[in-house]
């Protein structure tokens, strides 16, 4: 429903601002993303080597989204076997259920099941229990935001399997929570054995036998009501555009009360700390729009040559702490970003030839990590854009985004035809002094 409606809205202010982007099609029931149109998370079973009666694999699965990650309580992997395999061990990671291993009178398997789960083991685990890319809590990075660290692995020794490349048979039916569902993954190809390099770079050693399975995400799939909402204003209106209202919920005080909290209720402390203070059910701050995060784009400022815009992502959950969060935003003057203050910035270019996707994260140390609602639950940044000639206006809205997501998620946009808009020609002359000191100050009160 949330990918219905944005679409909608994205392409009625597509239509009636930037008529070539309605050419790009856009699919929501497919596993298919339009603005990281390859993002997959592969995963790679390597047989490291063969055992009396199976082998040894190291599993790993690869995040190459470019800003969609897996966030806490993290990945659960899960398939089924093709024969009566079992799994003798495991290292950095383990099955959640060991099953029915009656079958085995000395010595039971480590997991038995048809369909086993595996979940990463937590950080601190014995280092014997451990391999390199495991124990993360099953938290992997993105592509984009962290390139070193994007891979999650786990090591497992399988009985009851073939003991050769004729006799061995892949797994079937790759199940991936990443943590909820929204993965849909293939089925296992047999490819050319990886090679692993020594540390040392001085030998080069082969897998027996190696697999992929690609899993792609699609948010029809996840099937979840919207997490974040976008809010508007600019400095040639004093209208602020707030978010949809009840664009991820409904306050109600008949139906569903204590669904939210207010903030200047003298119990707050006592909520937010009280049962479930660990649970990951959010608990929300009272809005209109019901939102745990809400995006607000100013456009702060208008210069000869520049414009300026000031970003505030602000956090109404006080169950959840976003380490590492990421922005993706469309504008098209995004090929003329000048300067952005205080985030990171990649171009996310899905196609060659428009360069109007941006990826923006916070600074590590310093706003990286967006705290819980409260005074501290919110970061900002400013971006500086170079005017072209050719396409600037501030008219029908052009200086809004057209689409943004926060870790991943389509944040809801209001209508289009709510967007601020500049005053009446005859107007405009006056306006601009007046209205500018008008809506700095409204600006400042409503942060
Ligand atoms: C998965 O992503 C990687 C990296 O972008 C890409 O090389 C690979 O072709 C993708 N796999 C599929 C099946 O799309
Ligand atoms: C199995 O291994 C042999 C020898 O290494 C190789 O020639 C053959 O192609 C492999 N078969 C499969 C199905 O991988
Ligand atoms: C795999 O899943 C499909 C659809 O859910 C099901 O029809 C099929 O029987 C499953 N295969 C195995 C081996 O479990
Ligand atoms: C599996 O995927 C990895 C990463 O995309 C790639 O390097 C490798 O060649 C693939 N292997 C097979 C067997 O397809
Ligand atoms: C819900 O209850 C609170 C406190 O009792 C009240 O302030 C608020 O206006 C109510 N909201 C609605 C939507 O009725
Ligand atoms: C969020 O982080 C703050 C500061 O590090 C901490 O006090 C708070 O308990 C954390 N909240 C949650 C829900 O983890
Ligand atoms: C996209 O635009 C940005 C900002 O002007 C620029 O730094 C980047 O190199 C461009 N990327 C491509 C692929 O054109
Ligand atoms: C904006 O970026 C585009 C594409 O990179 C470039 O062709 C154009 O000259 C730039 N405009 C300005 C005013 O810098
Ligand atoms: C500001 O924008 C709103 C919403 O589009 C519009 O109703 C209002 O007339 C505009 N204000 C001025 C002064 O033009």
């Keep these: 429903m949330d990918c219905f409606r944005s679409l909608a809205g994205f392409s009625v202010s597509a239509i009636a601002v930037f008529i070539f982007l309605s050419s790009l099609q856009f699919n ?27 082998y040894v694999a190291v599993v790993t699965m690869y995040n190459f989204q470019q800003y969609r990650h897996i966030t806490p309580p993290g990945w659960t992997l899960g398939w089924t076997w093709a024969k009566k395999e079992v799994i003798w061990s495991m290292m950095g990671g383990q099955a959640t259920d060991q099953g029915d291993c009656s079958r085995y009178k000395t010595s039971p398997p480590h997991c038995c099941k ?41 090591q497992l020794s399988v009985g009851a399997a073939g003991t050769s490349n004729k006799t061995v048979k892949p797994p079937k039916n790759f199940t991936l929570l990443a943590p909820g569902p929204g993965y849909t993954c293939g089925p296992a190809v047999v490819g050319k054995p990886s090679k692993f390099v020594t540390p040392d770079g001085r030998r080069v050693t082969q897998a027996m036998m190696t697999w992929n399975v690609t ?24 209208t602020i555009v707030p978010c949809p209202t009840c664009t991820c919920g409904c306050q109600n005080n008949d139906t569903n009360p204590g669904s939210c909290v207010n903030p200047n209720s003298p119990y707050l402390a006592s909520v937010v700390n009280g049962p479930g203070k660990n649970s990951l059910t959010p608990l929300i701050q009272c809005t209109r729009h019901m939102c745990p995060i809400r995006v607000h784009w100013h456009v702060k400022l208008n210069y000869k040559e520049y414009w300026r815009v000031k ?14 969060w990421n922005l993706v935003v469309q504008h098209p003057n995004f090929d003329n970003l000048t300067q952005i203050f205080s985030f990171n910035y990649k171009p996310l270019t899905p196609y060659s030839s428009i360069n109007d996707t941006a990826m923006l994260w916070g600074v590590k140390f310093y706003n990286d990590f967006l705290n819980q609602a409260g005074p501290l639950g919110n970061v900002q940044s400013e971006l500086l854009f170079r005017k072209d000639k050719s396409t600037f206006t501030f008219d029908k809205g052009w200086a809004f985004p057209r689409r943004v997501y926060f870790n991943g998620d389509n944040c809801v946009m209001p209508p289009p035809d709510a967007y601020p808009h500049l005053p009446n020609a005859g107007s405009r002359v006056r306006f601009s002094i007046l209205v500018f000191f008008i809506t700095s100050l409204t600006f400042f009160l409503f942060e």
């Design 311 to 324: 970003v505030t992502i602000t956090n109404f959950n006080y169950r959840m702490n976003y380490s590492q």
């Design 114 to 154: 048809k369909t086993p789960s595996i979940v990463d083991l937590l950080p601190g685990t014995p280092y014997n229990q451990q391999i390199a890319n495991c124990c993360k809590g099953g938290v992997i990075n993105s592509w984009a935001q962290e390139p070193n660290n994007y891979a999650s692995s786990f």
């Design 215 to 238: 899993c792609t995400y699609s948010q029809f799939l996840a099937q979840k009501t919207p997490t974040c909402c976008v809010s508007l204003s600019s400095f040639y209106n004093d």
């Design 28 to 54: 929501c029931t497919e596993a298919y993303d339009a603005l990281d149109p390859n993002g997959n998370i592969t995963i790679k079973w390597d047989i490291i080597s063969w055992t009396p009666d199976g």
